[in-house]
């Protein structure tokens, strides 16, 4: 075909249908939020001690934590999403991991070494590492399904923040349920729960996210 | 300064937004300098060697991928970076596609490439000769899309049968011809 009948063909086509709608990212924050939501107390609930628990430091930490984690991923989704999305949202991730380092150098600092291993919690950790993954699996969809409606340049690194966007959502409901509060705990298993997703995200989104 | 440089430039976002607003006029001159300004893009990131796919291919499936795409342009940025962006991502795409193998599948080209690829030495008269091998539906199909040069959707409408119908003959009309030409060599 030569290109003056493509664009001849283009054209017509942009004068019928205008406008492309896509999803807003603000409802898919709200379905991602819901899914996770509904998912946790549909299955294990919250913990029991969950309102005594609130005056605990470390325990609203986890949300302040996961919480950032999602707004600067998201964002950062949403940058890159466009083809001339700078990327430089993903800088403020930052934030939160120095956050975690300086709250676990602290907790190290007050606990005695001999009592690191016990805050570690192997199953309860094992429980993190699965049940933050499930949750994170719709959210992850729908930032990739966004994605998709859209024109990322960066197939694989977009998939990865999306996972990694999952991974803040999911941990943020999560975070009620679990009865671990110590940033050790949450620096080990919440990071390598958020690396499942992660990982997930760009293998899904080297081979979906291509246009 | 910024106000008065540049008088092109913002022109063709102007253009851009009157397209997206529904003018068909403006949108094909919208589409037509941007080729122009991409056939220069096109001819240098282009590796050489790629079979059946050269400069004016690519400046096609960028034009494709704008127009598929042209909701995530911002109406308030600049056209040109966004433009370039879509224009590497698709150089890159085509390197990928293209670079390492010949074969194509044609389902995913048809569209564009309405000539049968040249890789037969065939001229047009034993095409017609071949193509007359054909039965029923392969025969019109492959009439209509190699030597009468329409699109799948042309020949849909033509025959009254659907695009993946049409794809599908094309397909196996391909096949046939390319098994008559291995008993004759």
């Known amino acids: 075909m030569r290109t003056e009948d493509l664009i001849a063909r283009l054209s017509a086509d942009g004068a019928r249908n205008p406008a492309i709608s896509v999803t807003s990212w603000r409802w898919m924050a709200a379905g991602a939020a819901m899914a996770a939501g509904l998912a946790l107390f549909a299955t294990l609930g919250i913990r029991p001690d969950f309102m005594s628990a609130l005056g605990s430091v470390w325990f609203v930490f986890k949300f302040v934590l996961s919480a950032l984690v999602a707004v600067f991923a998201l964002s950062a989704v949403r940058d890159l999403a466009s083809p001339t999305g700078s990327g430089r949202g993903m800088l403020r991730l930052a934030a939160p991991a120095v956050l975690l380092v300086l709250a676990v150098a602290f907790e190290l600092s007050a606990t005695p070494s001999d009592r690191w291993v016990s805050l570690l ?29 859209r024109a990322p340049v960066r197939p694989a690194l977009q998939g990865a923040l999306c996972g990694l966007a999952a991974a803040g959502f999911a941990s943020f409901f999560y975070a009620a349920r679990c009865t671990n509060d110590s940033p050790l705990f949450v620096a080990t298993w919440y ?21 | 300064m910024k106000s008065g440089e540049k008088p092109g430039r913002g022109d063709l976002a102007q253009l851009f937004r009157s397209a997206l607003a529904g003018n068909e006029d403006d949108y094909r001159r919208f589409l037509e300098r941007a080729a122009a300004s991409l056939r220069g893009f096109c001819r240098s990131r282009l590796p050489p060697g790629l079979p059946g796919f050269d400069a004016e291919d690519l400046v096609q499936e960028i034009l494709m991928a704008v127009h598929a795409k042209r909701h995530t342009w911002k109406t308030d940025e600049p056209v040109e970076p966004w433009l370039f962006a879509i224009a590497r991502y698709k150089a890159i795409d085509a390197f990928r596609k293209h670079g390492r193998r010949i074969e194509v599948d044609i389902s995913d080209h048809a569209n ?16 017609r000769r071949s193509v007359d091998a054909l039965d029923g539906r392969s025969r019109e199909v492959v009439t209509a899309i190699s030597i009468d040069g329409h699109s799948i959707d042309e020949t849909a409408a033509k025959l009254k049968i659907t695009p993946g119908a049409v794809r599908i003959a094309f397909h196996r009309g391909l096949k046939a011809l390319a098994e008559l030409r291995e008993r004759k060599p």
């Open chain 2, 112 to 127: 564009t490439m309405a000539v049968l690829p040249d890789e037969s030495g065939l001229r047009e008269s034993d095409m």
């Open chain 1, 191 to 211: 990071s390598l729960a958020a690396l499942v997703l992660v990982a997930l995200g760009a293998v899904a989104g080297s081979k979906l996210l291509r246009w």
């Open chain 1, 121 to 149: 919690s192997f199953s309860n950790g094992a429980t993190c590492m699965v049940v933050v993954p499930l949750l994170g699996l719709v959210p992850l969809g729908l930032f990739l399904y966004a994605s998709y409606e």
